[in-house]
């Protein structure tokens, strides 16, 4: 048994297709059973698993992902992020459950000039990245049996992401200015559902900390290009688009965002023996499903 927590976000949605997939029995919860609250997590649990059948891991997807908005409301945010994954790691010790947890190439301050190894020190520079590290620590603190998984610039097909974001104003025909100073690996959320359930699946104990990412690299720009080329190509995109590349200083946000946070992915390849499909690929699979899904409603 698995219980999927976040089980309605963007990942948590992939994670409960894929175990469907894989005929892995799961129980899901999203904000019914409030993380933030260990009274609420133990009282979901004592409600969903009978004594002597609870679930052998927890794979929480669940999150405060808004990383603007977490300047002006980190309280929050790091109740979410820190405190939350700190009671499901609490509840697993006492359960006997093993824990796998999301977190965030934005743990890392960007000034790297190759890949992120999971070993690199985390230096956040915006607040969502600081209650990330602080959700990563607390996990490490109150469980061994837990593994952490750090990926980046996360897109699916359910939920708000820059795939969707990108669609739209290429759709409305506007002239679409993207930041072409950050590299990253853009990420398919099925890609990193499938990873995530493989070490269910093969009973994984090598705890510790992975990344994982789609494999190669590019720019918001770069990507922002790609979008465009491969809704065309699945026919979900019709008119010519003016997609220029403009700098970060250009391009304002609240929360700094790293320059630099590609990570590396071979610890996690050599572990589930994993070939990684490249971002160009994830682009394909999304579009394949979402060129599905519309031909299937
Ligand atoms: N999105 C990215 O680009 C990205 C990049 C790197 C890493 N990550 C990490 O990947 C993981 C999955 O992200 P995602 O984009 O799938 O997130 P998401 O779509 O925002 O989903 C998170 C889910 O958690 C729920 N939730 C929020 N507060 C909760 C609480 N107190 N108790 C229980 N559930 C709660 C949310 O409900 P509401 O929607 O109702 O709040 C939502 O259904 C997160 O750990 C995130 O930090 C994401």
Redesign the pocket.
Known sequence: MIWV??A?????QEVVRRLDELGLQHVDS??E????QIRAVVSFADAAFRPGHFPRWVIN?????AVDQAESDEETAYR??AQ?PANLAAWCRDSGASLIH????YVFDGTASHPYVELATPNPLSAYGRT?VAGERLVQEALSRHIIVR????YGTH?R?FVFTMLKLMQEGSPIRVVDDQRGSPTY?AHLAAALCEFVRRECNAYGIYHFTNSGETTWYGFAVEIHRSAADAELLGCACDIRPISSEEYRTRARRPGYSVLSTEKIQRELGLGIPTWQRGLEDFFAKMRQERETT
């Open positions: 927590v976040g309605r976000g963007m990942l948590g999203d904000v059973c409030d993380i933030t997807c669940a999150a405060y992902t979410v992020n939350g999301i977190s965030t190439d990330k990926t980046a610039w996360l939920g992401n959320a």
